[in-house]
């Protein structure tokens, strides 16, 4: 039956494209494969008969059937939805022969939305788009249906993450609808760019559009869709921690629930998302009291997943209230009532949760364990991290939001090393508790035994207290020694540790290097913006332009073998190919191909990065011609070598210089993309690590001078001519050092913690919630080294209540840029000076403004002074400092910069950024 069927496809398509036999001819091999609409095999002779007519509207109909029949097949598979593209295509040309331009758009609608099935996105949109263009030149009566077509291709977009063409294609569907005065239809659209933005977490926006769709329900008199708007406007307040507006908007949802027939899931709704708001406001009562009326709401109509949401946000309370044995009980609950063989977000948000409860009761383990889970089972990534869950109003049941499932893997891969830092961070903190306790007891100890040497000394003879006091000298000391050893230990292990967190820091370092993203076979599936950059391709040009398979015509030979190397073997390879970009210029590209498997040990996908080496090629080049013409010469030189021999001992000195040069040169040519991110911390960690060597020396020491004394009291008690006033004096060296060694391992800590907290920030983009005036000054600190014997006072005018929502890795940068320039360029290394760093609060600003008393910048370099790659002082400076704070200022913060200067009264940076970037 399958050889017939294979069959049966390969005769249509000839005679389809080749017209060269007769297509009625073709059907006396096999007719069990044509249906109606409903699956019915149809018989041999009516399908003769349609055959041999020349209507080719009649032939397109039996194909559409039998297309249509294995499409809407309860459980279709890949394999009937691929052969049900065959039929509806050939369907869609005996339609077009026809000049039946309506069922031909509609057959290009039914291929589109069977490859959106297949995931073959770009597809999808071509075909719509084709429909779009039948109907605008044949049916243009047809515009509800256009605006509709639209609508499913902003849906792909959107289901995909390209929301900048989802936006636009909707803004498209809503002209038409607005254009033919149909309000649901505009209505509809509105919420749907509401949508797209609120998953892109521009919460303004989709405040904005959810208004205006609420205003359209309103006109409509649509209590259900009014419901759903209110209920989705709250849940945005509520994200953008603007309670009392949350609670407003849940209100006048409220007032419509008795208007609702059939309204538990929408009463349900409504107490959850209320209950949500009182939680964030710090409410836990009027919390718990809205989340169980939810509760017995959702069990009355048996609804898992509400249930589990009801049971996961009362467990939320309970962890507030650090009621956390009934929380476990309650997550566990909530878990059991959630858990799929397949990705599951809720699952995983309730795994989350069960992470930060066992992270709060010190299990580490089990809180690693929960967090993996969360991972692997969140589909979304770019969710709010609020605790609580919240129910949205789904208004249209239009199109369901899908996951990028590579961008999905590297996420959780970077989220469990984030998560897996944060647990060691923990365990070292936990460490410093312990020592502490430890030195604690210790003190502890030693008053007890002072006051048994002296109750003993009033009540018992001479050579008793001698006696007693020998044996508990013994244990004395004993215990001294083995504490010793264990501050000794503390000691290697934190300074161990400091290093780690340095690694730790440079690994979190972001490339620039191209990523290319295939299948098994090869097949592009995605690139990052640093291939536009270097290419000037995007994934679309390159795709459509060049291949979409990596291996083309052109490819080099040795290529191929690499890249068949890598699927083969499954192993790492790397070569080196010159191409051209989109600009046609030559560049020089070095590859490395990655397999990545699946946990069977298969290949499941491939990914390339491209690291541009045309400068370093140039400059090997460069280096090989001038290599090239000094042993030319050599040899000029060798043939007069009678006439000249010490000129030639100065040319071979001068090789084996070159020959050094040359081999420095590579090795600082590998290095020069990484080099100006790595400069800064470098600085910073060298001065952190000089501030840090003076706590650990006199820590040292202390302890040294400790052991020493230790051994000279063993000395006189072992030969026994330790008198009282020795113990004593042993007693305060004791207690002296024990302060000595815990001052200085607390100072330690706390650079450590300062330098911790600025170098992560400056190598990460992590957005984050931090104070202004206290970072301003954990900057400063972690500078401290730099002003060291110079003599330059720097003040900080901030407000302490200033709390941003930003990024404090930039801020980082920008205040280390402007005082490390100040320090290079404004000051000689004698000179008095000033650096003043003030913050002004206005209503909608914050302004920043940096100054130095110090030399101040020519006129003629001040129009210079952001451009990339511009210094005076070539022997200290790269030039990209004043750029990078440049682009992180008007890009990264969405602000303003400016600058002024006279030559002799300093400079004055003014930064100006809105609050609505900064600020939650």
Known sequence: MRQRRVLLLFFICISFFAHAVSVESLYTVDTLLITDKQG???????????????????????????????????????????????????????????????????????????????????????????????????????????????????????????????????????????????????????????????????????????EQSLSYDILLKNKQEMFASYNNIAVVYTKKRSYNQALSYLQKASQLLDKIENNQSKQSMYYINIGNVYFHKKQYDKALENYNNALDIKKEIKDNNGIAICIHNIANVLIEQKKLTEAKNKLNESLALTETP????????????????????????KALFYYELYVKN?????????????????????????????????KMQQMLASYDFKIKKDSIQALEAKRKEGNTRLYMYIGIVLFILLAGGILLNRYFLKKRANAKLEDQNREIAQQNIIIAQQTHDLIESNQELEKLSIVASKTD???????????????????TNIFGYTFEELCSQISDHMIGSSTPQYVV??????????????YEVETKNKAKEPIWIQVTLTPILNAEGELHRLVMIDSDITQIKKAENEIIAQ?????????????????????????????????????????????????????????????????????????????????????????????????????QVFLETVQHASDLILKNLHRTAELVKSFNQVSVDNMTEQKREFNLHEYLHDITRSLAPKFKGRNIQISITCDQ???????????????????????????????????????????STYTCIYSDNGKGIPKDNQAKVFDAFFTTNTKEG??????????LVTQKLGGEIQLWSNEGQGVRFTIVIPKQNIVA
């Open 627 to 727: 290599k090239n013409q000094i042993e030319q010469q050599k040899e000029e030189q060798l043939q007069q070598r009678d006439n000249v021999i010490a000129q030639s001992k100065e040319i071979e000195a001068k090789k084996e210089e070159l020959a050094a040069t040359l081999e420095q040169l590579q090795t600082a040519q590998n290095k020069l993309v990484e080099s100006e991110k790595m400069a800064q911390l470098g600085s910073l960690v060298a001065g952190i690590s000089h501030e840090i060597n003076t706590p650990v020396g006199v820590g040292l020491a202390a302890s040294s001078s400790l052991s020493t004394r230790t051994a000279e009291i063993i000395d006189l008690f072992q030969s026994k001519k330790m008198k009282l006033s020795d113990l």
């Open 378 to 410: 969140t589909i979304s990534i770019l969710t709010e991290d609020t605790g609580q869950i919240s129910e949205t109003g789904n208004k249209h049941q239009e199109g369901a939001l899908a996951a990028a499932a590579l961008q999905r893997e590297i």
């Open 878 to 887: 790269t030039g990209l400092g004043m750029n990078i704070t440049y682009n």
């Open 40 to 210: 019915i095999i149809q018989s041999h002779k009516e399908i003769s008969d349609i055959l041999k007519k020349a209507d080719a509207s009649k032939k397109a109909e039996l194909f559409y059937n039998t297309g249509y029949a294995l499409a809407n097949k309860p459980k279709p598979t890949q394999k009937d939805i691929m052969v049900s593209i065959s039929y509806i295509s050939i369907a869609a040309e005996y339609y077009k022969i026809a000049k039946s331009y309506k069922e031909y758009a509609t057959c290009l609608e039914n291929l589109a939305t069977l490859n959106y099935e297949l995931s073959k996105y770009e597809k999808a949109v071509s075909l719509f788009q084709e429909s779009i263009d039948v109907h605008t030149q044949f049916i243009s009566k047809e515009t509800s249906h256009i605006a509709l077509l639209h609508t499913n291709i902003a849906f792909i977009f959107f289901n995909t993450f390209r929301y900048e063409n989802a936006i636009r294609f909707f803004t498209i569907a809503q002209t038409y609808y607005t254009t033919l005065k149909d309000t649901l239809g505009t209505g509809k659209t509105l919420y749907y760019k509401g949508l797209v933005f609120y998953e892109n977490n521009q919460l303004d926006s989709a405040l904005m559009y959810y």
């Open 801 to 843: 209540s200033i709390v941003l929502v930003s990024y404090p890795g930039a801020f980082a940068q920008i205040f280390t840029n402007f005082i490390v320039n100040s320090l290079m360029h404004a000051f000689d290394e004698t000179d008095t000076g000033s650096i003043t760093i003030e913050i002004i609060d206005t209503d």
């Open 513 to 531: 290097n191209a990523i290319l993203i295939m299948n098994s076979e090869g097949y592009f599936e995605w690139v990052n913006e640093a291939y």
């Open 561 to 574: 073998e690499k890249f068949n190397e890598c699927r083969e073997k499954k192993i790492t390879v790397q």
């Open 342 to 365: 397949y990705p599951n977000e809720l699952y995983g948000s309730i795994c989350k949760t069960t992470s930060r409860l066992y992270e709060l009761m010190n299990n580490g383990e």
